[in-house]
């Protein structure tokens, strides 16, 4: 270690969220960098050799400068922040950008593959976005959809899925159709609650403003001056595929997201979702955004996991 440690000045609020509770922060990046991280006041004090104080810089200013925008840190914000120090990376958001301010704060990218999805949510009338689990595809185009349906720019927001891994069959459940879905849906319920809240979600369904529907009750539809999530599009078959892009109309966008890895249908090759990114990628007005393990903002077991994966993919000689 440097018996002459480099001194950060920082806000308060900055050095509170580099501390983080119980320095459980200051812990996670020692042990990325191997520094020593103390907090005089003030500002942070790093000791180590000079390249690993260099990236722990990196690091800490990049959670500091998320702080100092009144933006929540918690520990896959800082897990972000050392990810993207050690690849010599940043996430920016995307220009003129709106998003809302949910429970937990502003809404932000913290990756810069969500900063160019959220880029391309703005910019493209289609966007897929493809994926392990834990990298904020569906998250960031219901934030970006629910958004848009506060700002007035559309008139509802339209999520749906396969309500069943291998098919549509709701017919046995109880209940009337939201009844039958809303299980299925509750990825979407819970990020729509963070962002609008219980209350205004209730009063925005009621008034029909926030759609749920399988993907099968979409046909024959036209669907204009609305956002679409079709969300876990891997298991919609390539007919489903089809019929529900050709449902957008006049003033209406769509964010189509999925896990090719995770197809569930009982034969694989029957996926809409990587054959409609084959066909349709390059095409004016449509975006893809591929997501990686590094993208992962959830516990930092999923990344190792989506990368144990990925690797005996790899070797199997499997493409994904």
Request: proline share 5%; with cysteine.
């Amino acid at each position: 270690m440097s018996r002459t440690p480099e001194f950060i000045p920082l806000s308060d609020v900055a050095v509170r969220a580099v501390a983080g509770t119980n320095s459980r922060h200051v812990a996670l990046i020692e042990d990325a960098f191997g520094v020593l991280v103390e907090t005089p006041g003030g500002g942070v004090s790093l000791s180590g050799d000079t390249k690993a104080r260099g990236q722990a810089k990196k690091a800490v200013q990049a959670i500091a400068d998320r702080a100092d925008q009144g933006l929540e840190v918690g520990d896959a914000d800082v897990r972000v922040a050392i990810g993207q120090a050690r690849g010599g990376t940043g996430a920016r958001g995307a220009a003129g950008q709106s998003l809302p301010v949910g429970r937990r704060g502003q809404v932000a990218p913290k990756t810069p593959n969500q900063a160019r999805y959220l880029e391309a949510l703005g910019r493209c009338d289609l966007v897929f976005g493809l994926g392990p689990a834990g990298t904020g595809k569906t998250f960031l185009a219901v934030a970006h959809g629910a958004g848009m349906l506060l700002r007035g720019d559309v008139d509802r927001l339209i999520v749906s899925r396969p309500a069943v891994e291998a098919g549509e069959r709701l017919g046995f459940l109880p209940g009337d159709l939201n009844e039958k879905v809303d299980p299925y849906m509750a990825p979407v319920w819970e990020a729509l609650t963070d962002i609008l809240g219980a209350e205004q979600l209730r009063r925005r369904r009621e008034k029909g403003e926030i759609e749920v529907a399988p993907i099968a009750f979409l046909r024959g539809r036209t669907l204009s001056q609305a956002f679409v999530i079709v969300d876990e599009a891997q298991n919609a078959s390539r007919a489903q595929m089809k019929m529900v892009l050709t449902r957008l109309g006049e003033g209406s966008r769509m964010a189509v997201t999925g896990d090719p890895t995770q197809i569930d249908l009982p034969h694989p090759n029957d996926s809409g979702l990587a054959h409609a990114v084959g066909l349709l990628e390059g095409v004016k007005g449509i975006g893809v955004t591929r997501f990686e393990a590094e993208d992962v903002v959830r516990h930092p077991l999923v990344e190792r996991i989506v990368r144990a994966y990925d690797d005996d993919a790899a070797r199997r000689g499997r493409t994904v």
